[in-house]
């Protein structure tokens, strides 16, 4: 089956930290810009990073900029997303989605999209 995995999100305190992993089976992330996305509640799925294929290149939101960092391993088929100072309104489903070529994915456009991990930051 072809699939993106998430795991690693949980309940954190504001100012902790936390690092999500992203699995695929089935196909080959190698191929692929990988982005994560999230769906804060009440609000709209929103890009939150992309990395190209060969792990070289970046681009965050301001809204992440300094705390996050995503990451890959393509020999392990896997993508994270390392997120430090974390804040309530970092609150969300993460998700991970994968699209084959060289242009970051988006909202309509992708080829993979995971099934999300919860990341809930509250005291």
């Known amino acids: 089956q072809l699939q993106l995995v998430e795991s690693g999100g949980d309940l954190v305190q504001p100012g902790g930290s936390l690092r999500l992993s992203c699995v695929a089976s089935?196909?080959?992330?190698?191929?692929?810009?990988i982005g994560w996305f999230r769906q804060a509640p009440g609000k709209e799925r929103e890009g939150i990073s992309c990395?190209?294929?060969?792990?070289?290149?970046?681009n965050y939101p301001d809204s992440v900029k300094g705390r996050f960092t995503i990451s890959r391993d393509n020999a392990k088929n896997t993508v994270y997303l390392q997120m430090n100072s974390l804040k309530p309104e970092d609150t969300g489903v993460y998700y991970c989605?994968?699209?084959?070529?060289?242009?970051?994915?988006?909202?309509?456009?992708?080829?993979?999209w995971g099934q999300g991990t919860q990341v809930t930051v509250s005291s």
């Open positions: 990395i190209n294929r060969s792990g070289g290149a970046t």
């Open positions: 989605v994968a699209r084959r070529g060289y242009v970051c994915p988006t909202l309509y456009n992708y080829d993979y």
């Open positions: 089935g196909f080959t992330l190698e191929y692929y810009m």
